[in-house]
């Protein structure tokens, strides 16, 4: 079983501060997904990467996927409340003929924005 | 509303009581799945549908049922439930079960279940 680290497991700060949380595994992956989650409700996919290296924007968020296709880390510019959840990557198996069926999700990481 | 729908959303049991959680879907997927999700374990999966009458055990299957006799639907059966499956229990689907996190997963906003 391929196993999914995240760090920090809690993160509380300030709203306008910046904040990196990470997602790390031994194992490799064919690609990487970030989903948040509210209370009450079921995660929601942020963004998917896939190639070794790649970084994608989503507006003050910042994914990155390392070289390796080992682990992740996502980084938020001047959080805001709204900004306030769970957030768990997850792990695509390497090989052609996985999909979500082989998903892997991470421990997660419980953001607290405080205004 | 393209959604994926869990009933019921709160559940308190009692040991051995059988019960059944539903999972409907409205978007034509091919694929769900079911998770539980325990503090500082994350989401781990119990069952998973790649189609109808198509079921297969994800990680952590023991002491569930499930079946796919519809598309839209993949219900979860508990048949004698115990304390240890207290947990908060999400349904997901996705168009097709996808290669390389191109199918995006859609879940439904839980269950939580406590057996008492």
């Known amino acids: 079983t391929q196993l999914l680290e995240q760090s920090p497991q809690f993160l509380s700060i300030q709203e306008g501060e910046n904040l990196t949380v990470y997602c790390n595994s031994s194992?490799?992956?064919?690609?990487l997904q970030w989903y948040r989650q509210e209370p009450g409700e079921g995660p929601v996919l942020l963004v998917t990467?896939?190639?070794?290296?790649e970084v994608k924007k989503l507006k003050r968020l910042t994914f990155q996927f390392g070289d390796a296709r080992k682990d992740s880390s996502l980084h938020i510019t001047a959080a805001q409340p709204g900004d306030t959840g769970l957030y768990l990557c997850?792990?695509?198996?390497?090989?052609?003929?996985?999909?979500?069926?082989?998903?892997?999700f991470g421990t997660g990481t419980r953001l607290t924005i405080i205004p | 509303e393209a959604q994926v729908t869990q009933n019921p959303r709160y559940l308190i049991t009692v040991t051995g009581k059988k019960l059944t959680v539903t999972c409907s879907q409205n978007?034509?997927?091919?694929?769900m799945s079911w998770y539980r999700q325990d503090p500082g374990l994350g989401l781990r999966q119990i069952y998973y549908s790649m189609n109808v009458e198509v079921t297969d055990k994800g990680d952590v299957p023991e002491g569930y049922k499930v079946s796919r006799k519809e598309k839209r639907n993949f219900p979860l059966i508990l048949e004698s439930p115990s304390p240890n499956q207290t947990s908060l229990y999400f349904c997901?689907?996705?168009?097709?079960?996808?290669?390389?996190?191109?199918?995006?997963?859609?879940f439904g906003n839980g269950t939580r279940l406590t057996v008492t």
């Open positions: 978007m034509n997927h091919e694929y």
């Open positions: 194992s490799v992956f064919s690609s």
């Open positions: 990467v896939v190639t070794g290296g």
């Open positions: 997850a792990g695509a198996g390497v090989g052609s003929n996985f999909g979500n069926e082989k998903l892997t």
């Open positions: 997901a689907s996705s168009l097709w079960a996808g290669q390389g996190g191109n199918s995006p997963l859609h």
